[in-house]
DNA sequence: CCCGTTTTGTTCTCCCGTTCACAAACTCCT
DNA sequence: AGGAGTTTGTGAACGGGAGAACAAAACGGG
């Protein structure tokens, strides 16, 4: 978030910020930007500021965005293609080097310049690119043994847009990205709205 | 999540289940789950567990998913595409209204079975089919536009794809899906781990 | 009818992230 | 050079969520 609020602002024009600054571009306390940052050294300078482009650069380099990261994306419904042709990814070092669906059907497609194959390539194009970051964008019955899959081939990161827990041994990461579960939780917002419009908040 | 594992559970045939199992099933601590729930209500039964049926019916009326939701997706690119064409949407109470775009070469296609509209159309359909959500998935120089133009038609409640952070009166609740970022986070954790082979962990 | 077993509901404790507050450090102006 | 004004970095306080642990309640078997 701060690597993408330092960005804005140097489009912007601006070289140097404070924390408060900082802080109201990515929507947080300036204590907790101030803390976060000191995790990674002190870049700042008291009375000053951050350099935006020298601020940017270290949290890069921390973060990991410096360098080039394969990504396969597996599962080239309407998710998938939106996925696939995200220019945020390609943006911030991520690059799609795979499309695959177990659908014969999708295999003939050409996805953001990529041609769809089939599931069964997983195993060889992880090895050969050395892929690490695994999408899963399949629906929930595929998603866990697309998983198990990738893990076996060595992949030990997934993004998970299936809405199921998925099961994975120790040292592979996984996060989960539920679209509807967002919705719900805003709708579930909008009804104490409305639905109880005379009571005061209990909590 | 746990009407998401209970719906699953139903599926399967399960009648009664503990805490323990629902827990095991949503991917939490069963002491968690069973103090989550004891927030809607006393609605398990000691020595036997929850019934499975009953209360899935009461988490669905508590996070107001019973209803219809109507939604507008605002900005009709690939992931608006993806949005508009997404079935967990639907199946989970929420019914796709209007796709908007401010791209008029855009306004003739048909996606979902709904024509896109003009984005000047916004406040007559929030207006006449009484919309309180919106989906923002336009690129990240109009969202905070977009999002101005939604609460000044009357939406109290933002799904935001793009990576910006809105700024919005009170009373209206702003929810953020970044895809990038998720990534990112994997990326870090992917660099940890082959970058420090050797050194133990620190935190 | 009573006791052992199972499972919920709840309390207590711990831990971690967030925020406040302030000393240290830097700049600028006189 | 020195003091006033800023702004960072960090120690201390606060708050809240998560897990362990236990009492209360329901069931079943003798």
């Given at each position: 978030m701060y690597l993408r609020a330092l960005t804005g602002l140097a489009e912007g024009?601006?070289?140097?910020?404070?924390?408060?600054e900082l802080a109201a571009s990515a929507g947080v306390n300036s204590?907790?930007?101030?803390?976060d940052l000191?995790?990674?050294?002190?870049?700042?300078?008291?009375?000053?500021?951050?350099?935006?482009?020298?601020?940017?650069?270290?949290?890069?380099?921390?973060?990991?965005?410096?360098?080039?990261?394969?990504?396969?994306?597996?599962?080239i419904g309407n998710l998938g293609h939106a996925l696939a042709n995200y220019?945020?990814?390609?943006?911030?070092?991520f690059r799609v080097v795979a499309l695959l669906d177990a659908d014969p059907d999708r295999h003939d497609e050409v996805v953001a310049g990529l041609d769809v194959r089939s599931f069964e390539d997983l195993e060889s194009i992880v090895a050969e690119d050395?892929?690490?970051?695994?999408?899963?964008?399949?629906?929930?019955?595929?998603?866990?043994?697309?998983?198990?899959?990738?893990?076996?081939?060595?992949?030990?990161?997934?993004?998970?847009?299936?809405p199921?827990?998925?099961?994975?041994?120790?040292?592979?990461?996984?996060?989960?990205?539920?679209?509807?579960i967002e919705l719900q939780i805003l709708a579930y917002h909008e009804q104490r709205k409305s639905g109880l419009p005379t009571t005061e908040v209990t909590a």
């Open positions: 024009g601006t070289t140097t910020c404070s924390s408060e204590a907790k930007l101030r803390k000191s995790y990674l050294g002190s870049y700042g300078t008291r009375g000053v500021g951050y350099d935006v482009e020298y601020l940017r650069y270290q949290i890069a380099r921390e973060i990991g965005v410096t360098q080039d990261w394969p990504v396969v994306i597996v599962g220019s945020g990814f390609r943006s911030r070092g050395a892929v690490s970051i695994g999408v899963i964008a399949t629906p929930a019955v595929a998603a866990q043994s697309v998983a198990d899959r990738m893990v076996a081939a060595g992949i030990t990161s997934i993004l998970n847009f299936a199921t827990v998925l099961t994975v041994p120790d040292g592979v990461d996984v996060r989960k990205v539920d679209l509807s």
